[in-house]
């Protein structure tokens, strides 16, 4: 089973961007679906996650109002729908899954995609 993040780029402060985040294949250990971002020099960081059954989201107060998470089941796709970018939003963007419904720790996931670069400038 793999992940694959695309939808990363440059734009400016304030403009919008979609990650989307397609999977292989979903299997019964992959509950909590995520997103995470590493700045340069810093340590990858919890953005948001989304439980693939029943929808319940949850994010990072640094995001919180700004970037939406949300799932197509028939699409085996979660995405990271950012708005209101700014400069301290410019990372390396990684989906990953976890067992678990819910889960703010890196070391809870156990499947991780290759990552998507967003740079916002202003």
């Known amino acids: 089973v793999q992940l694959q993040a695309s939808g990363g780029g440059s734009v400016q402060y304030g403009d919008s961007l979609r990650l989307s985040c397609a999977a292989s294949a979903l299997t019964t250990s992959m509950n909590g679906m995520g997103w995470f971002r590493q700045a340069p020099g810093k340590e990858r960081e919890f953005v948001a996650i989304i439980s693939w059954r029943s929808g319940r989201k949850d994010y990072a107060d640094s995001v919180k109002g700004r970037f939406a998470i949300s799932r197509d089941a028939a699409k085996n796709t979660f995405y990271l729908q950012m708005n209101d970018l700014k400069s301290e939003d410019t990372a390396v963007y990684y989906c990953?899954?976890?067992?678990?419904?819910?889960?703010?720790?890196?070391?809870?996931?156990?499947?991780w995609g290759q990552g998507t670069l967003v740079t916002v400038s202003s």
């Open positions: 990953a899954t976890t067992p678990l419904l819910t889960a703010r720790d890196k070391s809870s996931y156990n499947l």
